[in-house]
């Protein structure tokens, strides 16, 4: 088993930049391929951004492409989304997901998830 924490939240100017931590417990974090999901209000969760667990692979949802940027450092048992030329569409909760141990390749769906952090609040004004 595998507890998130997220930080990194808060608010910020549109075109402003922010960057997400998701910090993960236990010795076998390289082996959780990582995403990012985010909420917003009366609305549903959805994809940002997922990594493998390597590192070498990632996703992203065509909305966020070119200014989000997924990365992950597994000495640290942290993953990151850096957040650039942020809009306010872009505000949300950021969820931090981890997948099934031993499932690699990056994931896209809400299902296919098992660990889930608390979320952290990210406010773009205009």
């Known amino acids: 088993q595998v507890q998130l924490v997220e930080s990194g939240g808060g608010l910020v100017q549109a075109g402003g930049s922010l960057r997400l931590s998701c910090a993960a417990s236990?010795?076998?974090?390289?082996?959780?391929?990582m995403g990012w999901f985010r909420q917003a209000p009366g609305k549903e969760r959805e994809f940002v951004a997922a990594?493998?667990?390597?590192?070498?692979?990632?996703s992203y949802d065509d909305s966020v492409k070119g200014r989000f940027t997924i990365a992950r450092d597994n000495a640290k048992n942290t993953v990151y989304l850096q957040m650039n030329s942020l809009k306010p569409e872009d505000t949300a909760v950021y969820y931090c997901?981890?997948?099934?141990?031993?499932?690699?390749?990056?994931?896209?769906?809400?299902?296919?998830?098992?660990?889930w952090g608390q979320g952290t609040q990210v406010t773009v004004s205009s």
């Open positions: 236990g010795r076998t974090f390289s082996r959780y391929a």
């Open positions: 997901a981890a997948r099934r141990p031993g499932y690699a390749a990056v994931a896209t769906t809400r299902n296919e998830y098992l660990y």
């Open positions: 990594v493998s667990w390597s590192g070498g692979s990632t």
